[in-house]
């Protein structure tokens, strides 16, 4: 298959896009190379694909790449929490409207399979289970509470605690940033092209992954990059709220592996969302805690309070993937922290000031 992978010199498209080479397909490579994410230079491993730096809300640009294509694998966005609000234009910019124009190309050029890098993020905070009242969605997290160090969510109806369970993709969708709003938007738009179009989307709902290639030494980053590079400036890395919150940390390989098998499997419906993740539920804690222990630095210090968009829990239900991909990832936790703490990350990103973030 010909393939147009989008943000293929990034985290987890350099990825995919290596791995879609070595299994006989042909890469069309186009990144934007966001200053948020992004060094100076391109990344050394983009050259293997005669990356095309571009734009995709550049309609003319997508028409000459699309041509020949037989799918699209959507990978470029812009990530993470952000530095503040001021982000939101930047983040509709280059995830919604960017979403919508590759749509648009794509129905132009009779391109009909898309796989969309979607995320856990959609969900907001994750499933909880009351004793007294079954599924419930939490309350809202009071930044009272979390001033004191009440972080555990507490059922809306009679407030006890709750218990966290696996989140399968039919839970409600409640995104709590500027950032998982538009990962959300996005599902909705490819949704509505597949319906349209007659087009199948399998949207890869990705938990959080960790891996080489991450950039490094940005606010956009994800934790495991952030904790890195506190290790390696020989600082501790600094956990918020008591460590405990728990996610699933899915190695960047797996993801890749994903992606492939989503680009060569039938959709049973116009937009199918996938969880993609490890099934093997970790601490923030124990994630600083491994990364710390493997690179002989200071242990974590547990600081407290937490960020407005910050959820409690999100533990994946990796049941559907398995189902419909054939998806299980390989990569443990343990092994894939250690390779981590020596892999190549990318280089320092040219993080925008408050001045400048938005133009």
């Not at 186009?30 to 200053?35: F, H, I, K, R, S």
């Not at 994410?37 to 990344?43: D, E, K, S, V």
């Not at 509505?192 to 990705?206: E, N, P």
């Not at 390696?232 to 492939?260: I, T, Y």
Request: hydrophobic residues 45%.
């Amino acid at each position: 298959m010909r393939i147009l992978v989008t943000g293929a010199a990034g985290f987890i498209g350099s990825h995919v896009a290596d791995l879609l080479s070595e299994n006989g397909h042909e890469v069309v490579a186009v990144d934007a190379l966001l200053p948020e994410a992004h060094g100076a230079m391109p990344p050394p491993w983009a050259q293997r694909h005669d990356l095309v730096v571009g734009d995709v809300r550049d309609m003319e640009l997508l028409t000459g790449l699309l041509a020949g294509v037989d799918a699209v694998c959507h990978q470029a966005a812009m990530v993470g929490h952000g530095i503040d609000p001021a982000d939101a234009p930047r983040y509709a910019a280059h995830n919604d409207l960017g979403t919508a124009t590759l749509l648009a190309a794509m129905h132009a050029a009779g391109v009909r399979r898309l796989v969309l890098a979607s995320s856990m993020v959609v969900y907001g905070e994750g499933r909880y289970h009351c004793t007294t009242h079954g599924i419930v969605r939490p309350a809202g997290r009071r930044a009272a509470d979390l001033t004191e160090g009440r972080y555990e969510p507490t059922c809306p109806r009679c407030d006890r605690a709750l218990a966290p369970g696996l989140v399968p993709e039919d839970a409600p969708l409640e995104p709590h940033s500027t950032y998982a709003a538009t990962k959300l938007a996005q599902e909705h738009l490819a949704g509505a092209w597949a319906r349209q179009t007659g087009g199948s989307v399998w949207a890869l709902r990705y938990h959080n992954v960790y891996g080489p290639r991450m950039p490094r030494d940005t606010p956009y980053a994800g934790v495991a990059s952030i904790f890195r590079s506190a290790l390696a400036a020989g600082q501790p890395p600094r956990v918020l709220e008591d460590g405990r919150q728990r996610r699933d940390f899915v190695h960047v390989s797996d993801v890749a592996a994903a992606n492939l098998l989503a680009l060569t499997a039938p959709a049973p419906e116009p937009l199918v969302p996938v969880n993609v993740c490890s099934g093997e539920p970790h601490t923030v804690g124990e994630l600083a805690h491994e990364l710390a222990t493997a690179m002989g630095g200071p242990m974590p210090v547990v600081v407290g309070g937490g960020r407005a968009a910050d959820v409690r829990h999100v533990v994946a239900d990796p049941a559907r993937a398995t189902r419909l991909l054939g998806f299980t990832a390989r990569t443990g936790f343990a092994a894939g922290v250690a390779e981590f703490t020596t892999a190549v990350m990318r280089e320092a990103a040219m993080v925008r000031t408050r001045s400048t973030v938005g133009g």
